[in-house]
C-alpha cells in the first residue's frame, strides 16, 4: 500500500481535512487527499480510484454536508467494495453533531468533538488505522516531588488512553527474567495484542532504584534493544532536569559519547513546573515518538 489512509470528505469540510491530513502526517503516516494527490491533467474519477485502491484503510469525514454530498456517497459505494475485493479497512470519522449513517453502522467510528484534538487523532491512528494500540504506563514516586505529578498529570490530560499508574516499588514487575534465563519487559503490561508500550519516566527519581545514572541508562537501554523489532516494542520518554546526561559516570570517555549518543535518540522532555509548557513538549514527543513507531509498524504490514 502506498498510503496508510485516504480522506473522503465534503468540500466545505476541507479545513478541517486539512488539518488531519498534517496532524496525521506529524504522526509519521501518509495521507491521499485530493486537493495534494491529483495533477491537472488527470482525470479526477480514476485519480479517486486509484488513491483508494492504494490505500490502507479509507475514513470517511462525515458531517452534515457530507451526508449530503453525492460524491461522498459515490466514495462511500466504491469503499465498500473495496472493503470485500481488497480487505481496504474503512474508518468512518465523525465530526461535529452527526452520526454514522446505517450502511456503515457495522464500522467502529472515532468521533472528533474535543477541544483538543490530538488525543482523538491518536485513536484514529492506534487502533484505527494500523489496528494496533499503544499502551503508556508512569510510576509514581513517594518523593514528594511535584515535578513527577506534573508528569503523571501531563500524560492523562494529554495522551489519556491506555494509560497505566503504578507504584515505583512496582517497578520490578515489569521487568521479568524467564526461568531460561531470557529477559522480558513489560508483557503482564503490555501484553502481545496491545501492540506498543510506552515508559513516561521520571528520570531523576527512577535512577534511585537502579544504583544510580549510570545503572539506570545502562538498564534502559537493556529494555530497549531486548525489544527492538518485536510486537512487544518498548520506548521511553525520560523527563529529566538539564543537564542530566552530563551526570552518566562512565569513566571511558568514548564509551560515554556512545551512551550519549543512543539515549539522545531517546524522547528526552525538560523538568518544568509549568505544565502547559510540559503539555506542549509532550505532544512534541509524543508524536515523534508514534513517527517511530509507524515505522516499525511498516515492517509488520
Not at 491529483?38 to 486509484?50: K, L, Q, Y
Not at 494500540?133 to 488512553?161: C, K, M, N, W, Y
Amino acid at each position: 500500500m502506498n498510503h496508510d489512509i485516504f480522506l473522503s470528505y465534503a468540500r466545505v469540510d476541507f479545513p478541517f481535512v486539512e488539518f488531519l491530513k498534517h496532524a496525521l502526517e506529524d504522526r509519521g503516516l501518509s495521507v491521499w487527499v485530493d486537493r495534494y494527490a491529483i495533477a491537472p491533467s488527470e482525470s479526477f474519477a480514476r485519480s479517486i480510484a486509484r488513491g483508494m485502491e492504494s490505500s490502507r484503510c479509507i475514513g470517511i469525514v462525515l458531517t452534515p454536508a457530507s451526508l449530503k454530498s453525492k460524491w461522498v456517497k459515490k466514495e462511500i459505494d466504491l469503499s465498500l467494495t473495496l472493503e470485500i475485493s481488497k480487505n481496504i479497512k474503512i474508518i468512518p470519522i465523525l465530526v461535529g453533531d452527526v452520526e454514522v449513517p446505517g450502511f456503515l453502522s457495522t464500522k467502529l467510528p472515532v468521533r472528533f468533538e474535543s477541544h483538543n484534538c490530538d488525543p482523538d487523532v491518536d485513536r484514529l491512528v492506534w487502533p484505527g488505522i494500523t489496528g494496533k494500540s499503544v499502551r503508556g504506563l508512569t510510576f509514581d514516586h513517594d518523593s514528594g516531588d511535584p515535578s513527577s505529578e506534573l508528569l503523571h498529570q501531563a500524560v492523562e490530560e494529554e495522551i489519556g488512553h491506555n494509560f497505566i499508574r503504578l507504584s515505583s516499588n512496582r517497578m520490578h514487575e515489569w521487568f521479568l527474567r524467564q526461568p531460561d534465563g531470557q529477559e522480558t519487559y513489560g508483557h503482564q503490561f503490555f501484553p502481545a495484542d496491545s501492540g506498543y508500550g510506552v515508559i513516561f519516566l521520571d528520570f531523576d527519581r527512577t535512577q534511585n532504584q537502579y544504583g544510580g545514572y549510570q545503572q539506570f541508562v545502562d538498564f534502559i537501554i537493556k529494555c530497549r534493544e531486548s525489544t527492538d523489532g518485536v510486537n512487544e516494542n518498548l520506548q521511553f520518554v525520560i523527563c529529566a532536569a538539564p543537564g542530566w546526561l552530563d551526570r552518566l559516570s562512565s569513566s571511558d570517555i568514548k564509551n560515554k559519547k556512545k551512551m550519549v549518543k543512543k539515549i539522545s535518540n531517546y524522547f528526552c522532555l525538560e523538568k518544568t513546573k509549568d505544565i502547559d509548557k510540559l503539555k506542549r513538549d509532550l505532544r512534541k514527543r509524543w508524536n515523534a515518538t508514534q513517527q517511530d513507531l509507524m515505522r516499525r509498524e511498516r515492517g509488520y504490514w
